[in-house]
């Protein structure tokens, strides 16, 4: 079993940055595919950014290439979102998951372990 505590959230005026954390424990984790997901009201929770723990290959969705940086801390076992340029259109729940997966997948359905969620409101 895996547990992830997600914190950084809040309300920023667009143009702003935030920083998002993920705080995991539990069973090694060393294998496994880290992602973080958003939704925003009426719509599918979507990937952001994943990567591959033991490797650090890096996957960003499009909308948020150039603008977002995922990374991890091995020591302290906690993955990173640095969101700079942030957008109204970000706005949403932000989610880490993990994944046992040996790839990067971004399909949520998929993903074995979920935070709790960490809301990101950017106004215009």
């Known amino acids: 079993q895996v547990q992830l505590v997600e914190s950084g959230g809040g309300l920023v005026q667009a143009g702003g940055s935030l920083r998002l954390s993920c705080e995991a424990s539990g069973r090694t984790f060393i294998s496994y595919v880290m992602g973080w997901f958003r939704q925003a009201p009426g719509k599918e929770r979507e990937i952001v950014a994943a990567?591959?723990?033991?490797?650090?290959?890096?996957y960003y969705a499009d909308s948020v290439k150039g603008r977002f940086t995922i990374s991890r801390d091995n020591a302290n076992h906690t993955m990173y979102l640095q969101m700079n340029s942030l957008k109204p259109e970000d706005t949403a729940v932000y989610y880490c998951?993990?994944?046992?997966?040996?790839?990067?997948?971004?399909?949520?359905?998929?993903?074995?372990?979920w935070g709790q969620g960490t809301q990101v409101t950017v106004s215009s």
């Open positions: 998951a993990a994944d046992r997966s040996i790839v990067v997948r971004s399909n949520p359905r998929v993903y074995d372990y």
């Open positions: 990567i591959r723990w033991s490797s650090g290959y890096i």
